[in-house]
């Protein structure tokens, strides 16, 4: 079963503007992770931001983390429309490398 | 450092065969870990090997089924298949024995059950 949702499910904007993406999840974390997927591929990590902090800032992504409401989220700044892909937010408890994802924010970026 | 590598990238059975797909971690992980995608229930973990051992296991029928060989390869396998299984099976390693990093994911297995 999945940690939690995210939000949008999809989300349509114009290169240049600013994307962000929501993730709620449900347990207590060890970390929380982002990851891209372009169709039907493999993810690509993007980002992991620890339980102990609140941001956390990578190029154009600035990611933030709200534990005590168990949320998160991934802004893009300046998208271009290679940041056309799914993007999922996934966190780790203690078990190992089992990570629980959610069900992805689907983000197309027009020219 | 080559990437992640997962064979066969597509394949096609019929419900009642059984598959195997094969995983090769960046060289020196010794974590391997399983999901399955499907359009209904997203990213689900099926399993993890650390050093040839199972370590977590996700909650999958006993259909599905893995191993890690000592050279930290890794296969898993579906039996009896189901018009279910039809997925993007997709292969993560990872060089730490606990999550405290990036997963590396290889391309995938698309798996078509007819």
Not at chain 2, 83 to 96: E, H, I, N, R, V
């Amino acid at each position: 079963s999945q940690q939690g949702e995210e939000d949008p499910q999809a989300l349509s904007i114009q290169e240049g503007e600013n994307a962000t993406m929501n993730c709620s999840y449900k347990t207590s974390i060890n970390n929380l992770q982002w990851y891209r997927q372009n169709s039907g591929r493999g993810l690509v990590h993007l980002i992991l931001i620890r339980s102990n902090e609140r941001e956390k800032h990578s190029g154009r992504l600035r990611v933030t983390l709200d534990t005590s409401k168990k949320s998160s989220s991934l802004l893009i700044t300046a998208s271009r429309a290679a940041d056309t892909a799914s993007y999922f937010c996934a966190t780790g408890g203690d078990a190992g490398n089992m990570l629980t994802f959610g069900g992805g924010t689907r983000l197309m970026v027009k020219p | 450092k080559a990437g992640v590598t997962q064979t066969p990238r597509y394949l096609i059975k019929t419900r009642g065969q059984q598959v195997t797909l094969s995983c090769s971690p960046i060289s020196g992980h010794r974590s391997v870990s399983w999901y399955q995608q499907t359009p209904g229930q997203g990213l689900q973990f099926l399993f993890e090997y650390f050093s040839e051992t199972q370590r977590n296991k996700g909650n999958f029928p006993g259909r599905f089924s893995g191993r890690q060989f000592s050279n930290s390869r890794s296969e898993m396998n579906v039996s009896t298949l189901e018009l279910g299984d039809s997925a993007l099976y997709l292969c993560a390693s990872s060089l730490k024995a606990i999550n405290t990093g990036e997963l590396f994911f290889g391309e995938g297995s698309r798996l078509t059950v007819l």
